[in-house]
């Protein structure tokens, strides 16, 4: 039988970070809308730490 889109298995790497729907081919991968959209790589939370400030409100309570 042929189901519809039985090609794409592996949700868009960018469903997370831009709610993209889409499907791809490979995991990880990102589909062809976010790839036009120009979207990039999220950012990864170990790398956030380096270069921007630990917190934007200057708040000292814990
Ligand atoms: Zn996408």
Redo the contacts with the bound molecule.
Sequence with gaps: MSGSGGFNKYR????LT?N?N?W?WVNGG??A??MANG?SDPPKKAETAKDKPADPKPADKK
């Design positions: 868009c790497k960018f469903f831009h993209c889409n791809v990102e589909c809308m976010c979207y």
